[in-house]
């Protein structure tokens, strides 16, 4: 596995105690529910593909970012 960047998140208390509720629910983390999360948001946008995460290549016709 690739190593790991961390960043601070200042979040709103509301949605972090929230966030930590769903995880327990989910018996993980907060960090592995937020990463479940963003993995799959970016899925459903198109933007990451497979279980892994991998980047999707552009779409034809697209400049890519830069």
Same mark, same amino acid.
Do not use: H, T, Y
């Given at each position: 596995? &690739? &190593?790991? $960047?961390?960043?601070?998140?200042?979040? $709103? &208390?509301?949605?972090?105690?929230? =966030?930590?509720?769903?995880?327990?629910?989910?018996? @993980?983390?907060?960090?592995?529910?937020?990463?479940? =999360? =963003?993995?799959?948001?970016? @899925?459903?946008?198109?933007?990451?593909?497979?279980?892994?995460?991998?980047?999707? !290549? !552009?779409?034809?016709?697209? !400049? &890519?970012?830069?």
């Amino acid at each position: 596995m &690739p &190593p790991r $960047d961390a960043f601070l998140v200042r979040l $709103d &208390p509301a949605v972090l105690v929230a =966030l930590r509720r769903w995880a327990d629910d989910d018996l @993980r983390s907060v960090n592995a529910q937020i990463e479940f =999360l =963003l993995r799959r948001c970016l @899925r459903e946008a198109g933007r990451i593909g497979g279980a892994e995460g991998e980047e999707k !290549p !552009p779409r034809r016709g697209r !400049p &890519p970012r830069g």
